[in-house]
């Protein structure tokens, strides 16, 4: 192939170089195109051809009519290229920017494209490539025919032929003048031959395509968008709908919009309205947005952006944290020395990826996001949702901390973080820097594990009332809980010892199980400061408001995470499908976030202006919030409860029943209870002689115990 016929005096001068260029030689040169649209065993043909073989000729702005003539004898001109019976095909196209040949001062677009002939082209050769322009890797044991898909079935509307025939056509978009004429026209006889075998693809309607981008653009669902195209087309109401129609013999588009075009109609939406090439791979996309030398670079994702690392090793994780300048005022508010929540979900794009948020809450009581991290699971991980652990919760905690004290006077000197009850996360949060600490505080139903599935009855009920006291007691110390654990063992162990049944020995034993299950689980010194009272006084005492001010659950956040799943995401996903992971980086950083923040902003002046406006009337007084916790006088700070717990006093009561107190006293008087030394306030402990242990001895029944257990 006479490669020095493609150098093309007006493409940019090579590097180094002052002349022009050889096209082959560059990435984008049309050696490298046309090479890579052939099989091995075509390319074996083209480097035997000889330069006499091509059709070469320059045109200039006096010669255009011979230029047309040209294209036109082989059917390469606008109109025959427009027929779908068509057997060239644009393959390749390339563009770049040149001064006007007689105006100096004005800029033309030079465009550049190939053209394959449909009976040469098959679809490995641009499968083999490994991005558009590059030569193919040479793969001669595809298993596939020539010109059959590896799926199975060709789509092209001429069968494969092996022809060779390309031509490569420079023009100037805003004239439409032809520079330069240059390709292999030469059919073999199979394709001379050749006729339509399959149907060829049939493009939209302009018209059709510029109304559904308008739905697209409104957000508009894929049910509205058909429904549209079906009512226009009815009607008729399409541009040149009932002329095309009337000649159907040479109409050339159609308006009815098919299941296949919706991926092209979402690519040209997000190109044009976003600017996001979603033919590009995901994390791709979001490098080159945060790439600064990248063409794609968008500095509104990038200044969204506090931390970003590419996965590029099998055991790395791909991280983006999300935090805008809003948002690092919000922290400063309403969580330093205060309180952070922080939970994390799933499922909210199609990658393996987490998404945990932080989140502070206002004078209103209405949690605020101030900050995002998404990060992968690790490879291998069998379940996205437990794709974390101590280390990247640590590493995401530590870096917003250090981002928060960036360009400020002072550093954050920490806060109380409340999240769900998970023993793999909360310890972890303790060895960050003992400066500035983030004290761990979990969620209300930490440690609240039932008795139930290891033992039932009196016994587990007995065992869950005592916990959940000393859980809830003022001033209980972790030596404390320790020392009370280990009378419940105690008295444990005394009821093991005694004789009695197989069925009250194994539910000793389950108990036992479970009392140990909370010592290793539970009572570890930084687990019970997460889940007891005496945790919650603690970190009362750290921000210095009451306890009631202290939250006891996570219900912000599951609120907003509600919000993303139920009313932000769906918004932008496609018939219900989960969005790509470079599509929800986008949303949050230049939709969802601004969105809450301008929200957040508009609610603030609005109760601003409310009090305002009534405090005239009011007497001079503002009056307080419906939803504001800092008019609650046990409130010392903006993190005050709803309501205020009472303190834990234990009741029982028993609804009269006859019978039931008759069996009992007829227990009591037979003297088959042995009562057991409890030493516990509001209890009697006692067990009961097994029935098959009469007539043994004497056969009198034993003695009345006397003794009566303490109690009050």
């Not at 898909?149 to 092209?156: L, P």
């Not at 493009?203 to 981008?213: D, F, K, M, S």
């Amino acid at each position: 192939m006479p490669k020095h016929l493609w150098c093309d005096k007006d493409s940019p001068p090579a590097a180094g170089g002052n002349g022009p260029s050889m096209v082959g030689t560059l990435p984008w040169g049309g050696t490298n195109a046309v090479l890579s649209i052939y099989l091995p065993e075509q390319r074996d043909e083209l480097s035997k051809l000889e330069e006499s073989q091509y059709k070469f000729q320059v045109f200039t702005s006096t010669t255009q009519d011979a230029a047309r003539m040209l294209l036109g004898e082989h059917d390469l001109n606008t109109q025959s290229l427009a027929a779908l019976e068509s057997k060239w095909k644009k393959v390749w196209t390339t563009n770049y920017k040149r001064k006007h040949p007689e105006d100096k001062t004005v800029q033309e677009t030079v465009v550049r494209a190939l053209y394959q002939c449909a009976c040469g082209y098959d679809s490995r050769a641009r499968r083999a490539q490994k991005k558009r322009g590059s030569p193919p890797v040479e793969d001669h044991g595809a298993a596939a025919a020539p010109g059959q898909n590896s799926g199975g079935t060709r789509r092209a509307p001429y069968n494969f032929t092996g022809c060779l025939a390309h031509v490569h056509v420079t023009s100037v978009a805003e004239r439409g003048d032809i520079l330069r004429f240059v390709g292999y026209l030469q059919h073999n006889d199979e394709c001379r031959a050749a006729q339509l075998a399959r149907f060829p693809s049939i493009p939209l309607r302009p018209h059709v395509v510029e109304i559904a981008l308008q739905q697209l653009h409104s957000n508009a669902s894929v049910a509205q968008i058909r429904g549209q195209n079906l009512e226009l087309c009815t009607k008729k109401r399409y541009h040149g709908q009932v002329d095309i129609e009337s000649n159907p013999h040479t109409t050339n588009f159609r308006f009815v919009i098919q299941s296949d075009d919706l991926r092209a109609l979402y690519r040209r939406h997000y190109r044009e309205r976003f600017g996001i090439d979603i033919s590009v791979s995901a994390e791709n996309n979001v490098h080159n947005w945060l790439d600064p030398s990248s063409p794609h670079y968008k500095p509104e994702i990038r200044h969204a952006i506090f931390h970003y690392a590419a996965r590029t090793e099998k055991h790395e994780r791909f991280k983006i944290f999300i935090a805008t300048e809003d948002m690092r005022q919000a922290a400063w508010k309403y969580c330093h020395r205060r309180q952070l929540v922080i939970d994390g979900t799933f499922g909210l794009c199609n990658s393996r990826v987490l998404l945990w948020i932080a989140m502070g809450v206002d004078e209103s009581n209405s949690g605020i996001p101030v900050a995002l991290f998404l990060f992968s699971a690790p490879t291998g991980t069998q379940a996205t949702h437990a794709g974390y652990n101590t280390a990247i919760i640590e590493e995401l905690l530590e870096r917003w901390r250090d981002w928060l004290g960036l360009g400020s006077s002072s550093r954050p000197t920490g806060c109380d973080v409340a999240a769900d009850s998970d023993g793999i996360v909360i310890p972890g949060t303790l060895s960050t820097s003992p400066e500035e600490p983030f004290e761990p505080f979990m969620s209300a139903n930490a440690g609240q594990t039932s008795v139930a599935p290891f033992c039932g009855g009196y016994l587990g009920s007995g065992i869950n009332g005592r916990k959940n006291a000393f859980a809830h007691s003022r001033n209980l110390s972790h030596n404390e809980a320790l020392r009370l654990v280990a009378v419940e063992e105690q008295a444990l162990a005394t009821m093991a010892a005694m004789e009695g049944s197989s069925e009250s020995s194994n539910m000793v034993a389950a108990v036992a199980d479970y009392i140990s299950y909370l010592c290793t689980q539970w009572l570890p010194a930084a687990m019970w400061a997460g889940w007891s009272r005496r945790g919650r006084e603690d970190a009362a005492a750290r921000m210095g408001v009451r306890i009631e001010a202290v939250l006891t659950t996570t219900n912000h956040l599951e609120s907003l995470n509600g919000r993303l799943k139920n009313y932000y995401i769906p918004q932008w996903q496609h018939s219900g499908h989960r969005l790509r992971l470079d599509i929800l980086i986008y949303f949050l950083a230049v939709d969802i976030l601004p969105r809450i923040y301008g929200q957040h902003q508009l609610l603030t002046n609005y109760s601003v202006w409310k009090a305002e406006r009534f405090q005239a009337a009011a007497g001079g007084v503002l009056l307080p919030s419906p939803s504001s916790r800092s008019q609650n006088p046990l409130c010392e700070g903006s993190h005050c409860s709803a309501t205020v717990s009472p303190a834990f006093v234990p009741r029982v009561w028993y609804a009269p029943d006859f019978k039931r107190d008759t069996d009992a006293l007829m227990l009591y008087n037979s003297g088959f209870l042995r009562p057991i030394r409890a030493g516990r306030r509001y209890e009697l402990w006692a067990n009961c002689v097994s029935s098959s242990s009469l007539g043994s001895g004497n056969g009198e029944a034993p003695a009345q115990h006397q003794e009566k257990p303490n109690s009050r």
